[in-house]
């Protein structure tokens, strides 16, 4: 079943149907999990509120015994599924960079190639993908390939590479002066042109992964920590209360 639907309103406009799973989740989390293509959102929002649900009812018992303590249960429970989002979104941030540090490779190989062969892009893409190992590249040069012998004039499949090996901007705009090139393949210019959009990239890349390595390290830990935090902190809070209360019917 898919996640979200299009119907059409009264004037025949299109609009998108968001599904109850999508409605309940984080704006940004069908995308990282369509993107990572691991499960789908109907599922990972099963499986999370599961978890989640598990604290909550093992806090029904509790009640009985002390009316406040529950909420230690709902704070588990918050915790939980709050976490379950942030290990999504880490996966997501790790795979993106990566797939960012493998399409600057891919970049300044495909330049080589143009420079000193002097050949067709077709015929870089066939090289390129003869030499790489298998996996995502590998399998998104193939598409390329059949799309261009198919499609020898549409700028679209060197999108859906972009699309599908990085997903940046940047790879996007590198593919489309690729494409250039390849409707004007007499134009050395644009090869000039790729290459300094390489090194500009390899410059960016390098910013990008001490950002990354910076953040992973340092903000990892507080984000499983906060969570922590808060349940303790609620913890405390129900005892200070159910002691008030205890202190106003004692004095009574």
Same mark, same amino acid.
């Given at each position: 079943m898919k996640s979200k639907k299009k119907k059409r309103n009264s004037d025949g406009r299109s609009t998108t149907v968001f599904s109850f799973w999508e409605k309940i989740a984080e704006s940004d989390l069908k995308d990282m999990i369509d993107y990572l293509n691991e499960t789908n959102i109907k599922t990972f929002q099963k499986k999370r509120l599961f978890k989640a649900g598990i604290f909550l009812l093992l806090g029904i018992p509790v009640f009985a015994l002390k009316p406040f303590l529950p909420l230690v249960f709902l704070g588990l429970a918050a915790a939980v599924y709050y976490l379950e #989002?942030?290990?999504?979104?880490?996966? #997501? !941030? @790790?795979? /993106? $960079?990566?797939?960012?540090? @493998? +399409?600057?490779? $891919?970049?300044?190989?495909?330049?080589? #190639? =143009?420079?000193? !062969?002097?050949?067709?892009?077709?015929?870089? +893409?066939?090289?390129?993908?003869?030499? @790489?190992?298998? %996996? $995502?590249?590998? %399998?998104? =040069? /193939? &598409?390329?390939?059949? &799309? =261009?012998?198919?499609?020898?004039d549409d700028v679209q499949p060197f999108i859906d590479f972009a699309q599908s090996t990085s997903g940046s901007d940047r790879s996007k705009l590198f593919m489309i002066t690729l494409y250039e090139y390849h409707q004007n393949s007499n134009d050395e210019t644009i090869i000039y042109h790729l290459g300094k959009m390489t090194s500009e990239q390899s410059f960016m890349v390098v910013d990008d992964i001490i950002e990354f390595k910076h953040g992973k390290f340092l903000n990892y830990p507080m984000k499983l920590t906060l969570p922590v935090i808060g349940v303790v902190l609620v913890f405390f809070i129900s005892l200070l209360v159910e002691s008030i209360m205890s202190m106003q019917f004692g004095g009574g």
């Open positions: #989002y942030m290990k999504v979104k880490s996966k #997501y !941030n @790790v795979a /993106r $960079f990566q797939k960012e540090l @493998v +399409f600057i490779k $891919f970049s300044k190989e495909i330049y080589i #190639y =143009l420079l000193e !062969n002097k050949t067709t892009i077709y015929k870089a +893409f066939e090289k390129m993908e003869e030499r @790489v190992e298998e %996996g $995502f590249l590998k %399998g998104a =040069l /193939r &598409d390329l390939l059949i &799309d =261009l012998h198919e499609r020898p």
